[in-house]
């Protein structure tokens, strides 16, 4: 199994930024690829971004340019630095890994962008 602790969230202004980060534990060797999803209210799960274990970062096009993920293999960490925050941006942030085939998630952090 594997454990993801999701922290960051909170409340920001629109143009604004936060940075969530997502610590994993418990059989994390082998863990191929590591990122964020959210959900906002009556929507699907969306992917937010995702980066592979060589470093290879892949983004929803609708975060291109605003959000950036980045990976520490030796803490076994992931985090999403999202700028130029919108308030569609609003949702329930999810850490998600893979491994050996098998998705794990995160509990989740909520992000709010309002004025």
């Known amino acids: 199994q594997v454990q993801l602790v999701e922290s960051g969230g909170g409340l920001v202004h629109p143009g604004g930024s936060l940075r969530l980060s997502c610590a994993a534990s418990?059989?994390?060797?082998?863990?191929?690829?590591m990122g964020w999803y959210r959900q906002a209210p009556g929507v699907e799960r969306e992917l937010v971004a995702f980066?592979?274990?060589?470093?290879?970062?892949n983004y929803a096009d609708s975060m291109k340019g605003r959000f950036t993920i980045s990976r520490d293999s030796a803490k076994n960490t992931v985090s999403l630095q999202m700028d130029s925050l919108k308030p569609e941006d609003t949702a329930i942030y999810y850490c998600n890994a893979r491994r050996s085939g098998v998705s794990y998630w995160g509990k989740g952090t909520l992000v709010t962008v309002s004025s």
């Open positions: 418990g059989r994390i060797l082998s863990i191929n690829t």
């Open positions: 980066i592979t274990s060589d470093g290879s970062a």
